[in-house]
């Protein structure tokens, strides 16, 4: 039984998992986890979009996200 193509005893079709797609998913929840980290973002207490918009691009430097 590989990992791809894992069968349960009552299912008639084999169900095909997209590891690629998981991986790029679970990047993107912990980019979002670790964002969610800072409070003036998860609150979002600016009133101007913009510097909104500046504080987003600049935690992920703080952070460490290529």
């Known amino acids: 039984m590989t990992p791809l193509s894992r069968q349960r005893k009552n299912r008639r079709n084999s169900r095909k998992i997209m590891l690629l797609l998981y991986k790029k ?15 003036g973002i998860a609150t979002r207490y600016d009133k101007l979009q913009s510097i909104f918009i500046a504080a987003v691009q600049l935690v992920p430097a703080i952070i460490g996200i290529n």
């Open 25 to 39: 998913q679970n990047i993107i929840e912990r980019f979002f986890a670790r964002l969610k980290q800072f409070r």
